[in-house]
Structures are given as structure tokens and as C-alpha cells.
């Protein structure tokens, strides 16, 4: 079994006067579309009823990555560290997700150092996925399990990138057939053009075409003129 970054004191404080934050993360418009979310949410919700942690929020970044940070830059995660940071969510909040990877799939030390920037003002992190509890103390004192962060941030970070890598030697391939072949890369189009067949380029769909050439008028703009 995985034992918890944590002492036997420090996991029954834990267990008894914590309160949960829930973070649900997806990258992708296609995982929205299945049990992403239902998934995480379901054993978050699960895992926190056998530490016996009432859930006070759930949070949400779906088709947020954390792989170029965005769901830190832009998202509720970020907003939600600002929380930590000024005092508002206090020590007693525990943050928990599925897996590290729903936090941060960014490089190595920048996942390390902003587990152990929010710990070091009173946040705990939990993670479903191997019952891991991560605070300041245990950070502090258990070199094993910080090199555990290292090996798993490592893991996502390096998946993410093949991921890109895969994605742009696909771009590449499918740019140098079009050269080669004359055909279209996508067929995907504004509504006024339409792929042809041998996708060999677009035909023009003239009505919805008529609509882009005709000049703008006052009610396009929402206002009457008068």
C-alpha cells in the first residue's frame, strides 16, 4: 500500500478538522463530451467521505491545460491559489483531486514549487490516486515523497510534450501533402464555403456568400439609425 506523506499525528488532526476543496481539470473539448468530469468528481466525492472531509466547493477548469498553464494563469485553480495566498481559504482547507497531473502537467520543479508555495502558507493537497496528503511538514521532512512529486510531474510533463510533438508532426505531414497533392488540409471552412468532394479546394456557397459581401447596415450594429 502507498503510505500517506504525513505522521500518524498530523493524518488524525487531518482527518478530523479538515474541510475539502474538490479541483476538476480537463484539457480537451472531446473529454467534455464523455465521464471526465462525472469520473473525477465521483472519487473525489468518494475519497473525502472515507477521510471524512465535508466537501465545501467544487472547483472546475474543463478544457483548461496545465501543460502551458493556463488553468494557473487563467482558470479557478489560479483564482483559487490567490484565495490561499491572501488568508481567505484557510489552513484547515484541503485541496483534492484525482491525480497530481489534474493540478500541473508543466515542468518539474515549477509543479514542485507551486505545491510547496501553497503549503508553506497552510494549504493541504490530496490526491485519490495513491491516497497521497501532502502539507509543509510532510514536504519538509520526507525526501522520498518529494521525489514521488518530481517522478509523476516528471511523467505528465514528458506525456504532454509527446502529445504536442505527435499533434505537430501530424500538422507537418498534412501541410506537405497539400503541397505535394494540391488537396486542402481541413475541411473545415467559414459557412459560406464548402469542401468539394476530391478536396481539391472550396466552392462558395452564394447565398450565405451574399450576406459577407453585402455592406453593413445600422441594425447589424444593433441600432436603429433613428
Not at 100 to 109: G, I, K, N, V
Not at 162 to 170: C, G, P, W, Y
Not at 185 to 198: R, S, Y
Not at 205 to 212: F, I, P
Amino acid at each position: 500500500g502507498c503510505i500517506p506523506l504525513l505522521h500518524t499525528s498530523e493524518q488524525q488532526r487531518i482527518r478530523s478538522t479538515m474541510r475539502a476543496t474538490i479541483y476538476i481539470r480537463f484539457s480537451t473539448p472531446k473529454q467534455e463530451r464523455g465521464a471526465s468530469r462525472d469520473r473525477q468528481l465521483e472519487l473525489c466525492q468518494q475519497f473525502c467521505e472515507r477521510q471524512g472531509w465535508p466537501v465545501d466547493e467544487v472547483i472546475e477548469d474543463l478544457g483548461k491545460s496545465a501543460w502551458t498553464g493556463n488553468h494557473i494563469a487563467t482558470g479557478e485553480l489560479g483564482k483559487f491559489a490567490d484565495r490561499v495566498r491572501s488568508g481567505e481559504a484557510g489552513t484547515d482547507t484541503v485541496l483534492v483531486v484525482e491525480k497530481l497531473d489534474r493540478l500541473s502537467r508543466q515542468e518539474t520543479r515549477t509543479t514542485l514549487r507551486w505545491m510547496e508555495d501553497l503549503c508553506s502558507v497552510g494549504l493541504t493537497i490530496a490526491t485519490v490516486d495513491g491516497g497521497r496528503v501532502y502539507n509543509d511538514a510532510g514536504l519538509r521532512a520526507d525526501l522520498m515523497g518529494v521525489i514521488e512529486i518530481l517522478m509523476r510531474a516528471k511523467l505528465a510533463n514528458d506525456e504532454s510534450q509527446q502529445k504536442s510533438e505527435r499533434v505537430l508532426d501530424r500538422i507537418r505531414r498534412n501541410m506537405e501533402r497539400a503541397q505535394e497533392t494540391g488537396q486542402i488540409i481541413t475541411a473545415k471552412a467559414p459557412g459560406w464555403l464548402v469542401a468539394k468532394e476530391d478536396r481539391s479546394g472550396f466552392e462558395i456557397v452564394e447565398e450565405r456568400a451574399q450576406l459577407v459581401r453585402a455592406p453593413p447596415t445600422p441594425v447589424m450594429f444593433g441600432t436603429s439609425g433613428a
